[in-house]
């Protein structure tokens, strides 16, 4: 009976290990999307910012074109004055090159602005830059990481499978079927230890009578509380069987 509880102790916790390493393969890609979303970010921030920088730009390319535009006018004016003879249309052509060297003035204060947002931009987008191949380049050694981990899990997974295929062609097929109905009821805990007459699954206390029945270690009874098969966990021969679990060779 012993080596038969033994191979359920066994199987169980090749059960449990194999549950361990899916839940960690489902962790695992976690750490990339945290990293993928702040690369996304940080892409749609800097395109912004690219985006902002053109638009100055071709701003800055018309009040150019403007303030030329302007100058060209401002000499035609300043022809037309020097070829006027009565005060009246004079007057008229001094208030109009006044108005020019005003608009032209006010695109020169408009383009000096620009320029400013233009330089402070490009140092943001080249640091931008920087900063996002930096993620880039985080990005893709956490993805390798990641691979490699999962690579590894999956590996210890196979390995673990194949034990358990073993454990289950070694155990009593009846035992085997009440095993998997209770796992699948017990959260994934089909058989427990029993230590100073409690049960260490459901912590409540077994009866004196039972419990002498299961020191004997004659049968596989099961927990009245939980339900649970159970076994005499201060056993040395259970002791040894779960220090191997701990301490595998």
Not at 44 to 61: H, P, Q, T, W
Not at 139 to 165: H, N, P
Not at 237 to 249: A, D, G, H, Q, T
Request: aromatic letters at 4%; proline letters at 2%.
């Amino acid at each position: 009976m012993k080596d038969k509880i033994k191979d359920l102790i066994l199987l169980q916790d090749c059960d449990n290990k194999i549950k361990e390493i899916n839940i960690k393969k489902k962790e695992a890609p976690l750490k990339l999307q945290y990293l993928k979303k702040a690369l996304d970010e940080m892409e749609l921030m800097l395109k912004g910012k690219k985006d902002r920088l053109e638009s100055i730009k071709k701003d800055r390319r018309a009040i150019e074109q403007g303030v030329q535009d302007m100058e060209s006018m401002m000499e035609k004016s300043r022809i037309k004055l020097a070829n006027i003879k009565s005060n009246k249309e004079y007057t008229a052509v001094l208030k109009e090159i006044e108005d020019q060297e005003k608009e032209k003035s006010l695109n020169e204060d408009n383009l000096l602005q620009l320029m400013d947002e233009i330089e402070i931009l490009d140092k943001n987008c080249i640091e931008g830059a920087s900063e996002l191949a930096g993620l880039k380049d985080q990005y893709d050694r956490t993805r390798e990481l990641v691979e490699k981990e999962i690579k590894e899990l999956d590996e210890r997974v196979k390995a673990l499978e194949q034990k358990r295929i073993r454990f289950c062609d070694s155990i009593d097929k009846e035992l085997l079927k009440r095993y998997l109905l209770l796992q699948g009821r017990k959260g994934g805990i089909a058989i427990g230890s029993v230590i100073g007459g409690v049960c260490q699954s459901c912590h409540m206390g077994i009866p004196p009578q039972q419990f002498n029945e299961l020191i004997k270690c004659d049968s596989l009874p099961t927990c009245p509380n939980c339900n649970r098969m159970v076994y005499w966990g201060e056993d040395i021969y259970f002791l040894k069987v779960l220090e191997e679990i701990r301490n595998p060779s």
